[in-house]
């Protein structure tokens, strides 16, 4: 069974970096397809924010793209989100995904709380 | 960006027909296929996966739950309603990136 984990600090500082890691089992993310961050808003809007492909190219969200990097650890079946310079607007809650064309697999996310 | 709409709030009986819609500001289709997908999720879980590419049932959805749909008009179909369908349902499009989801639609309990 495909499982996706994320895991990372609940809180972090207004103008720090957001670190993220989702935990894969169950499919190797070099075996196929992209692999996805998403965010929830508090008052429920969703955010696509970017994937890396099983071969390890990457596509962000423009409205992030000078934010965000998404990379990976082949040998330990993970991959990561890094967001810098994040406000009080970065509050949510944060879903790593499998996107095959459509987002198959989730994790049960994390809420990161940006606050001083 | 593809801008989704959907309705905030969809008020049914138990048992009978929940008919959500979602709107894009452009087409999603590419030929005949078309681009929209469904996810319903419920307070403190993940989005589960419900229909892919507008019609096609996710693996282990029951079969009250379909969906149809082209161009820029697609609608989530619950029939009959069931008190576990209590939830928030969302579309989402891959036509283009930035992939974009609609608000949602929270169906309640007439």
């Known amino acids: 069974e495909i499982q996706l984990q994320e895991s990372g600090p609940g809180l972090v500082k207004p103008s720090q970096s957001l670190s993220l890691t989702c935990s894969v089992t169950?499919?190797?993310?070099?075996?196929?397809?992209?692999w996805s961050w998403i965010r929830k808003f508090p008052g429920n809007k969703m955010e696509w924010m970017g994937y890396?492909?099983?071969?390890?190219?990457?596509n962000y969200n423009p409205s992030l793209k000078s934010r965000i990097s998404i990379t990976r650890d082949t040998s330990k079946n993970q991959f990561f989100l890094q967001l810098n310079s994040v406000t009080t607007e970065d509050t949510a809650t944060y879903y790593c995904?499998?996107?095959?064309?459509?987002?198959?697999?989730w994790g049960q996310g994390v809420m990161v709380t940006v606050s001083s | 960006d593809i801008v989704l709409t959907q309705s905030p709030v969809l008020a049914v009986s138990l048992g009978q027909r929940a008919t959500i819609s979602c709107r894009a500001s452009?087409?999603?289709?590419?030929?005949?296929?078309?681009?929209m997908h469904w996810y319903q999720q419920k307070p403190g879980q993940q989005p589960k996966l419900l229909i892919y590419?507008?019609?096609n049932l996710a693996s282990g959805i029951p079969a009250r739950f379909s969906g149809s749909g082209s161009g820029t008009d697609f609608t989530l179909t619950i029939d009959p309603v069931q008190a576990d369908d209590i939830a928030a349902y969302y579309c989402?499009?891959?036509?283009?990136?930035?992939?974009?989801f609609g608000s949602g639609t929270k169906l309640e309990i007439k």
């Open positions: 995904a499998r996107y095959p064309g459509a987002l198959d697999y």
């Open positions: 169950g499919y190797t993310i070099t075996s196929g397809y992209d």
């Open positions: 890396i492909s099983y071969s390890g190219s990457t």
């Open positions: 452009q087409s999603v289709s590419i030929s005949s296929i078309n681009l």
């Open positions: 590419r507008a019609s």
């Open positions: 989402q499009q891959s036509r283009e990136s930035p992939l974009t």
